[in-house]
């Protein structure tokens, strides 16, 4: 076995930084080239890997190529649904509007709307009244703008009616 | 010469840093320059491979999409939104919801509702296909005037990357 240590009566300041240095640098040396053939080897596997799937990809992209009519009628189908679900989520339920209208005593009738005064005529008073009570349940601002009686058993009713309950 | 041999030792560590400087600096321009590059390579891979995985989910689906199936699909979409204006159409959807006695463009007039007629004229055009929207109504003098929406909507041109994913198609 080599020793590599000095002999004893070798050993003083000088030596021991010599040896140091010497042992030191063979160290880092030796890590160095550790780190260098880490460095280069993980450099060839992502080298390897990056070619490897670029030959992947296209090959991927020949194949989907002929499917692109149908990926083109697939995304066709999701956009136009989109649209159609946007549409019936935003356009007014005028149908159920005029629902909530049509809740009223059988004696009261509905004239004319205009989308904000209804025009009623009904056999009494409280019939109208209570007319503008149930429209309450469905609407914020409800307000009987003119009440008018006409012969002895006929009143004619302008009730504004103004954001609807959601 | 012979007074310099001793500290010949020192030509060897003074040799590994140079080694060290000279192939870090000269031969790869440094080691940060060594990381980025490492690191942009190492981005790149991670790119191709998701590219690779969201193009490999993408042709199981269209391979597993009956092509004809979705044809239909697309027919009957184009039934509730179609691809052009129709307003001969709309006419027809009208006349099929109640007494038309006027057309104009969007705005339709139904002879003589009263407000129950309306309600359920309303209804028939909200299960209308091709879409109808009421933008807004008038009730009164023994007719109803309607300014209605009829939908429509071009195929939009596509231009789609090969690796951007398919959209649900769970519906």
Not at chain 1, 9 to 27: A, P
Not at chain 2, 20 to 31: M, N
Not at chain 2, 109 to 115: A, I, L
Request: proline share 4%; glycine share 4%.
């Amino acid at each position: 076995m080599i020793n590599l240590l000095p002999k004893k009566e070798e050993i003083n300041t000088v030596n021991i930084v010599k040896h140091w240095l010497v042992l030191g640098s063979s160290v880092i040396l030796a890590i160095y080239l550790v780190v260098v053939a880490g460095v280069l080897g993980y450099w060839t596997y992502l080298s390897f890997q990056d070619s490897s799937l670029t030959a992947e990809v296209a090959k991927l992209s020949t194949e989907i190529n002929k499917f692109a009519s149908l990926e083109a009628t697939v995304r066709q189908i999701d956009l136009r649904q989109k649209s159609i679900d946007k549409i019936l989520k935003t356009r007014k339920p005028v149908a159920k509007t005029v629902a909530k209208i049509n809740i009223r005593p059988s004696s009261v009738s509905i004239l004319g709307w205009d989308g904000t005064i209804i025009t009623t005529i009904g056999q009494n008073s409280t019939d109208i009244e209570e007319y503008s009570n149930l429209l309450k349940k469905s609407f914020d601002n409800v307000v009987i703008d003119s009440l008018t009686q006409k012969g002895s058993s006929n009143w004619d009713a302008g009730i504004i009616v103004k954001n609807e309950k959601p | 010469m012979k007074n310099l041999r001793p500290y010949l030792w020192v030509l060897y560590p003074v040799l590994v840093f140079l080694i060290i400087l000279i192939s870090l600096t000269w031969f790869a321009g440094g080691a940060g320059e060594i990381i980025n590059t490492i690191s942009a390579k190492n981005e790149k891979v991670q790119t191709e491979l998701n590219k690779r995985n969201n193009m490999q989910t993408k042709l199981a689906i269209l391979k597993g999409l009956n092509k004809k199936t979705q044809l239909d699909k697309l027919k009957d979409l184009s039934l509730t939104l179609p691809i052009n204006n129709q307003l001969w159409v709309l006419l027809s959807e009208m006349k099929s919801v109640g007494t038309v006695s006027g057309f104009r463009n969007t705005t339709v007039e139904f002879v003589s509702p009263n407000s129950d007629e309306l309600q359920t004229i309303l209804e028939k055009i909200d299960a209308l296909k091709p879409l109808v929207s009421v933008k807004s109504l008038q009730l009164g003098s023994g007719k109803a005037k309607l300014e209605v929406i009829n939908h429509w909507e071009a195929l939009p041109k596509l231009t789609v990357a090969l690796e951007e994913p398919l959209p649900n198609l769970t519906k």
